[in-house]
Structures are given as structure tokens and as C-alpha cells.
């Protein structure tokens, strides 16, 4: 059994950072693309920001410039650290990531993880 643990969510005033944290546990072998998502009320789960499993990143075009995504392979944990927040940054952060279970896989995914998402409102 594979979790993601996520933390750092929070009430902020726009203008405000937060980092949020994400934690993987359980037995696998490696990880490669971990990414963060959100979904704010009456609105579809979209990607915020991803980053594989060598470093390269991508950005949901309203974040550019003040979200930086970054991880830790040695920890297995990823980070989104927010800067400048918005209220329209208010929503529910939830983690992802792309788990391969053994070194004997020939996926790229054996098994698609979430965590179980954290709070972010930013108060104007």
C-alpha cells in the first residue's frame, strides 16, 4: 500500500506564501513524475504544477512566476512552495504521483497515487 501524505495547507492573506509537503509511503520501488493538482468549489481538479523524476517542470499558466514545485528523491516528498497567493489560488491541493512497484517493471506506472488533499484560502 502506497500513501501520500500532504501538509502545509492553510488560511493566508493575498500576498501571502505558503509550502505545502508531500510525503510518500509504503513499499515501491521508485517514483517518477509527481505533480500538484487543485480543485477549487464548483470547479474540474487541475494540474498546478508537475516535475519528473530528473527535475524538469511544468506550470499551469496562472501560477508561472510564483509557485515553485521541487522534490527530495531521497525522501520521497515533493514540495510546492506558493508565493504572491490570490484568492483565486483558494482551493483544495491534493498530490499526485507515478509509482513503479519493482525494479523488475517495465512500466513507467504501475500504480497511480493521491493524496488525500489540503486546504489552501487566501483571503483578500
Known amino acids: 500500500q502506497v500513501q501520500l501524505v500532504e501538509s502545509g495547507g492553510g488560511l493566508v492573506q493575498a500576498g501571502g506564501s505558503l509550502r505545502l509537503s508531500c510525503a510518500a509511503s509504503g513499499i515501491f520501488f521508485s517514483i517518477n513524475a509527481m505533480a500538484w493538482y487543485r480543485q477549487a468549489p464548483g470547479k474540474q481538479r487541475e494540474l498546478v504544477a508537475a516535475i519528473t523524476l530528473g527535475g524538469s517542470t511544468n506550470y499551469e499558466d496562472s501560477v508561472k512566476g510564483r509557485f515553485t514545485i521541487s522534490r527530495d528523491n531521497a525522501q520521497n516528498t515533493v514540495y510546492l512552495q506558493m508565493n504572491s497567493l490570490k484568492p483565486e489560488d483558494t482551493a483544495v491541493y491534493y498530490c499526485?504521483?507515478?509509482?513503479?512497484?519493482?525494479?523488475?517493471?517495465?512500466?513507467?506506472?504501475?500504480?497511480?497515487?493521491w493524496g488525500q488533499g489540503t486546504l489552501v484560502t487566501v483571503s483578500s
Open positions: 499526485h504521483a507515478d509509482i513503479v512497484s519493482s525494479r523488475w517493471s517495465a512500466n513507467y506506472r504501475d500504480l497511480e497515487v
